[in-house]
């Protein structure tokens, strides 16, 4: 157990100075590219209601998706740490700083969304693998609260320097329906699709 920990802490440390070592202008390119990839998906086009993030630390940003055309009259929630294991997603009314550095939804001013009625979440993490297996930051938040989004399809953003050959999972760790890039969209079983 400490070997299998040791090793996901040396991966996360890893591929975290990977994404940070891209410039902000190369981030904002990708993410750019990555916001297209995303919004030309049909599971993006035909969800109402989307879960995305606001990117810290060089996370691939998504933010975009609520502004680009296609988000059309689609409702937007952000993640909210309720405590040190769970987290809510809520459509903003403001926003105050959040415990990891992370601008989060004031709770007064938001609105709460039942998990169920989430369609899409868009996952932000440290590293993915071509199974489209993701590895987050180590707290596990989403890993508990994506079981609860029983009708949403998942997708993680990340950047290609984010890629890696074989990810250790565990049984909690949720697997992607597909990760998205810059450059391609991954599947679970196809290398990768360039669209």
Known sequence: MKKDTEERQALRKRYILARESL???ERAEKSRRAVERIASLPVFREARTVMIYRAVRGEISP????????????RF?????????E?????????????????????????????E???LVICPGTAFDSRCSRMGMGGGYYDRFLPKCVHA??????????HAENLPSREQDVPMDCVVTEAAVYTPGRRKEKR
């Open 23 to 25: 410039t902000e202008e």
């Open 117 to 119: 009625e989430i369609d």
């Open 87 to 115: 987290m809510a997603a809520m459509v903003p009314g403001g926003w105050r700083p959040g415990p990891f550095g992370i601008p989060e939804p004031e709770r007064a001013v938001s609105e709460e969304i039942p998990p």
């Open 63 to 74: 933010e975009a998706l609520a502004e680009h055309p296609a988000a059309a009259g689609k």
């Open 153 to 162: 399809a998942v997708v993680m953003a990340a950047f290609e320097v984010q």
């Open 77 to 85: 929630a952000y993640p909210l740490c309720i405590n040190r294991t």
